[in-house]
């Protein structure tokens, strides 16, 4: 508690959790990237590359990224509604939950516990934790909102609000499924209905989680740290409303020549070419609210971080659609290029903006200075080379594999092996190593700073 | 302002605007025939053949395996016939993937001998010295445990009794420990001595491989 009553230490809490998941997920994944060159650390079932590939995306997609979002969510609820939170202690028992639900998730999945839906692989036990979580969650959100003094919501709560209720759909929707034992389930959709309902799921819980809240904390954050506010409130209600009703009809883009109906498909198409135009909204409201005030990208270390985050997110909402396409997904789909793809929204756009959040935030809320504002911005070059290095390399390994796949001889044969296609991609997963390794060092130095400012003395005058 | 300041209203219609897309593309579909269409060539599993599909997920080699062939002229020469909805009526979950560090699966049935899998899960790169694919020689010491097949394929819809299932299971052991089995020297090579008249996971998820795209080449024989 502080002097305005608000209840940061859960928004502590959830800070350095996702700092905790953030180093944890990024060891597992330099341990996996190791492994697509030489699998000679695939030494025990429980650190073979099928197993821990998906500790890593949960890792950092459930740890990282919605620790990040919770961390950030109960500040700005807070702030935004000027209440401090209705039910304190739900909050810190959501977040003990959370942090040991996350462990079990990583434990079971090392264990081969797996699904094998993607981004769903947690076990039956584990998807009630989480829903029991997200109730946990929702519940201050809602009492919060209800009991506010500030009037009117602002956009950043929109967002909170939109990710509070889709999740949950997709959630529940796409685990339903039949216990074996405790260990054990199947899905209740069979074949091409339940890579529908999966694809509608990872779709969107990617856009929910990585995107909708992170916009929160962009709209939230942005104007905070630059002192200047949002340009057009306008073009954030018709990007907010656009967005949310566009995502849901995307999921199909992912099965793209699959035995998937064609109709699907093809909705999914002509939705994943009109999101670009919301996306948008957000990256032009943006840019134009620094209108005038470019200088601070020198001025000031928080900005750089924000407009380079949208940036990716730009390019990133403008390639996803672009692969969409089935002549393009032809040529693309099961490449490194969509891993690429994937690592450019999370290390550049997610990273990028949760980092310039807690620069800002954790001062603010343990009424301490940034330790340092030269390591945030070593940190901000170490990761935004890392990130461009990481992802350029897999577009061009990307390439060369749907090539090479591709590619016959003038009598009609296929002119490369499988092998011979995989193979000519390890010195590309050698830099790509590399790269993740300079990123990881930038990510150690943002985490230092964090534990250093928290470990001072307080400042004289409290923000 | 409108619903701007009404919360809850706002998350109704928030909840409303997010279903639409979902009811058209995720829910509708679910009660449309054509989505997942039936095909009396595709058989179930068996009971075995289940077992390896667990273990072939509980290892994540969906990972980098997918199981769809795309109607793509070199995709078709280098796997086989293109994937017909019609093959999947059975799996739950589908097992078709997102990404190729390995190839695509779905016509492997057949493709090969038992020996080639034996030695290929014990060593990939005793093959190919190059593969980056983690060996699964440790399969092959784990006992099949076959105690819950029954139940699965109960759940599972396959319609079989119980008989049936323990029919199977004994089937398959009496196959794969016959002295005159095609692949009885690099099985015995890859097998622990003490569980050479036993089933393992190893035979589980190589009986699994061989079913994958069988009742399609089936078909097309006739």
């Known amino acids: 508690m502080n002097d305005s009553g608000y209840d940061y230490s859960v928004v502590k809490g959830f800070a350095f959790s996702a700092l905790f998941w953030l180093v944890i997920g990024l060891v597992i994944g330099l341990w996996i990237a190791f492994e697509m060159f030489d699998p000679v650390l695939n030494l025990t079932p429980w650190l073979s590359f099928g197993r821990l590939r998906v500790v890593h995306t949960n890792g950092l997609g459930l740890g990282f990224g919605l620790a990040g979002i919770f961390a950030t969510a109960y500040y700005m609820l807070q702030r935004l509604t000027r209440t401090p939170l209705p039910f304190p202690g739900l909050a810190r028992a959501h977040l003990w939950l959370f942090n040991i639900a996350i462990a079990a998730a990583a434990v079971s999945l090392m264990a081969g516990l797996n699904t094998a839906k993607e981004y769903a692989e947690l076990e039956w036990p584990l998807d009630v934790g989480v829903v029991i979580l997200w109730v946990m969650f929702a519940i201050n959100v809602f009492a919060i909102l209800i009991k506010r003094q500030e009037k009117q919501m602002y956009i950043s709560l929109w967002y909170l609000v939109a990710m509070t209720v889709t999740v949950a759909v997709l959630y529940i929707v796409n685990n339903l499924e039949v216990p074996l034992n405790l260990f054990k389930s199947y899905t209740i959709y069979s074949g091409a209905n339940d890579a529908n309902v999966e694809w509608w799921y990872g779709h969107n819980i990617v856009g929910f989680i990585f995107t909708v809240p992170v916009l929160a904390m962009f709209y939230y954050f942005l104007p905070k740290a630059t002192g200047l506010p949002i340009y057009s409130h306008r073009l954030s209600i018709v990007s907010f409303w656009s967005l949310i009703f566009a995502y849901l009809w995307t999921g199909a883009h992912h099965l793209m020549l699959t035995p998937l109906p064609e109709w699907i498909q093809t909705v999914a198409i002509a939705f994943s070419i009109f999101l670009i135009a919301p996306s948008w909204g957000s990256v032009v409201n943006g840019y134009y609210t620094l209108q005038g005030n470019w200088e601070q990208m020198r001025t000031n270390y928080l900005t750089k971080f924000f407009i380079l985050g949208v940036t990716f997110y730009g390019l990133q909402t403008l390639q996803g659609p672009l692969q969409g396409l089935r002549t393009l997904n032809a040529f693309f789909h099961y490449t490194d290029w969509v891993v690429g793809h994937v690592h450019m929204g999370t290390m550049g756009w997610v990273a990028m903006i949760i980092s310039a959040s807690f620069y800002y935030m954790i001062p603010k809320v343990t009424g301490r200075e940034l330790y340092s504002v030269k390591l945030a911005n070593i940190h901000f070059w170490l990761i935004l080379v890392g990130q461009l290095a990481w992802t350029v390399t897999m577009w061009i390994g990307g390439i060369q594999q749907g090539a090479m796949w591709k590619e016959t001889n003038p009598d009609g044969s296929l002119t490369y092996s499988f092998l011979e296609g995989i193979t000519s991609l390890y010195p590309y997963y050698r830099i790509r190593f590399v790269s993740g390794v300079v990123y990881f060092i930038g990510i150690l130095i943002f985490a230092w700073n964090l534990i250093k400012t928290v470990r001072q003395k307080p400042s004289a005058s409290r923000a | ?222």
């Open chain 2, 1 to 222: 302002m409108g619903i701007y300041s009404k919360p809850v209203v706002f998350a109704v219609i928030s909840a409303l605007v997010i279903l639409v897309g979902t009811v058209a593309t995720a829910f509708v579909p679910l009660f449309m025939p054509s989505t997942q269409p039936v095909s009396a060539y595709v058989k179930p599993y068996t009971a075995i053949e289940q077992e390896g599909r667990d273990i072939y997920m509980r290892e994540g080699c969906n990972n980098c395996h997918t199981q769809t062939v795309r109607p793509l002229r070199t995709e078709v020469l280098r796997y086989g016939e293109y994937s017909k909805a019609e093959e999947f009526s059975w799996d739950r979950p589908f097992l078709w993937g997102s990404r190729r560090t390995g190839p695509d699966l779905n016509r492997i049935g057949g493709k090969y001998p038992d020996s080639w899998h034996y030695r290929h899960m014990q060593s990939p790169q005793s093959m190919f010295a190059l593969s980056n694919m983690p060996p699964y020689g440790w399969l092959a010491t784990n006992r099949l445990d076959t105690s819950n097949s029954f139940r699965k394929t109960q759940i599972l819809g396959y319609g079989y009794t119980e008989e049936q299932v323990k029919q199977q299971i004994a089937d398959c052991k009496a196959k794969l420990t016959a002295t005159d089995y095609d692949s009885k020297t690099t099985r015995d090579q890859v097998t622990p001595e003490a569980l050479r008249g036993e089933l393992t996971e190893m035979d589980a998820i190589i009986a699994y491989m061989q079913k994958l795209g069988r009742d399609v080449k089936a078909m097309e024989a006739k």
